[in-house]
């Protein structure tokens, strides 16, 4: 059974914070795209074709023959020293093991760092737009969320400059970012650095699919850059699996154990097994031959996308970008249409996309919507699409 709020009415008196807290206008309309032949461009998932199933199951049988008296036991909060040890080898600038601490997917991370960092009322800043599910886990804290107005390459930097003051950090996503696909260029981040640094702003870098480039590697992370005023998520989601919920926190030495605190008071530290398995998984090199086979399959997705919109919605003013790495697409509707109403009228054609609009901390744009080109075939992209543009035709022509 899915509970939506009006049956969740009742008579305890629920903590301050639960008024945030709100099942998201999407998850109403997806519910909709729940029907069984919708072709759905909604979702923020990675295709199970990415999914190393043998190696994974290879590693799960060796922790379990060689391990099992570790792998089933209590552990440390920080995480396995030759994950985290791992961990440090994959990134671009020195990173101390201490500074790593292993999250429940980097969805935790959010949590943690925002139970570090937010009192009531403190304001942050976000992009406009920006991911959802961080507004999600900032939200309980009751912050003041600011929005930062973007440009195609990103942050618009003087906006930033303008609202940093107070502010407690900046959550930004420089690599193909979720929703929009966009990727800050070299320069921006430069400046973004020099700006930052001056205002004494910490960033929160949130990087789940920096490794899923087409072309060419994006510019190194901004963490590489200043590591003491930056704080690095990475996720095994979107190069391994999701459903082990793997991803790490970097941390400047001098909050590192601050973070390990809230870990432990939250869930003592993620599963052992699962982390043992990671740990024997990525030895000896794996993802570097695993991960260009994702960015091979997802930039055929994208180019098959790409081609699909260029057939079916071009000439109706609506326009999109070209994301060079990630799993999204980022559309703009023309003049005068609105993504959440298409919706209902998209599923009747047999396609699902997600409305722009809750991607927004505030100020929405009502024309835009993400479309993931990850999970669908390049036949059902094709369909799809050709629904969606028939969907437009529909709504311009009344
Ligand atoms: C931008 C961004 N950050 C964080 C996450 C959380 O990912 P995970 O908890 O699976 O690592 C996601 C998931 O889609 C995401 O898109």
Request: aromatic share 8%.
């Amino acid at each position: 059974m899915k509970l939506n709020d009006s049956q969740l009415a009742t008579p305890w008196t629920l903590a301050r914070r639960m008024d945030r807290m709100n099942f998201s206008a999407i998850r109403e309309l997806l519910k909709l795209s729940d029907r069984p032949g919708i072709i759905s461009f909604a979702g923020g998932l990675p295709s199970p074709k990415a999914f190393p199933v043998e190696e994974i199951a290879a590693a799960c049988a060796k922790v379990l023959r060689d391990d099992a008296s570790s792998a089933l036991q209590y552990a440390s909060t920080e995480g396995f020293l030759p994950l985290r040890e791992a961990v440090t080898r994959m990134l671009p600038w020195p990173v101390d093991p201490a500074q790593v601490l292993i999250t429940n997917g980097s969805q935790q991370a959010l949590d943690l760092v925002a139970k570090m960092l937010i009192d009531p009322g403190s304001k942050l800043l976000v992009e406009m737009p920006t991911y959802l599910g961080a507004l999600q886990s900032f939200a309980p804290l009751e912050p003041e969320v600011v929005a930062v107005g973007n440009d195609a390459d990103g942050v618009d930097l003087d906006d930033l400059s303008r609202k940093a003051p107070g502010a407690r950090f900046f959550y930004v996503l420089p690599n193909f970012q979720n929703p929009t696909g966009k990727t800050m260029g070299e320069a921006k981040r430069t400046e973004l650095i020099a700006r930052t640094a001056e205002a004494g702003l910490p960033l929160l870098e949130d990087n789940p699919y920096g490794d899923v480039w087409f072309d060419t590697p994006p510019p190194p992370p901004l963490a590489a850059r200043n590591p003491d005023n930056v704080l690095y998520m990475g996720s095994f989601s979107k190069v391994l699996s999701p459903g082990i919920r793997m991803g790490f926190l970097v941390s400047p030495p001098a909050v590192s154990a601050k973070l390990v605190q809230l870990k432990q008071a939250s869930d003592v530290h993620s599963p052992i097994f699962n982390q043992r398995m990671v740990a024997e998984v990525i030895k000896d090199g794996f993802l570097d031959r695993h991960v260009p086979k994702i960015r091979a399959l997802y930039k055929a997705q994208r180019d098959a996308m790409l081609a699909a919109l260029e057939r079916e919605l071009g000439g109706l003013g609506a326009s999109w970008n070209k994301p060079d790495g990630g799993m999204f697409l980022w559309v703009r509707l023309p003049e005068g249409v609105d993504a959440s109403a298409l919706l209902p009228k998209a599923v009747d054609n047999g396609v699902a996309f997600v409305p722009g609009a809750p991607f927004y901390a505030s100020d929405p744009d009502p024309r835009a919507m993400r479309l993931s080109f990850v999970t669908a075939s390049v036949a059902q992209i094709d369909t799809g699409i050709a629904a969606l543009g028939a969907t437009l035709r529909q709504v311009l022509a009344r």
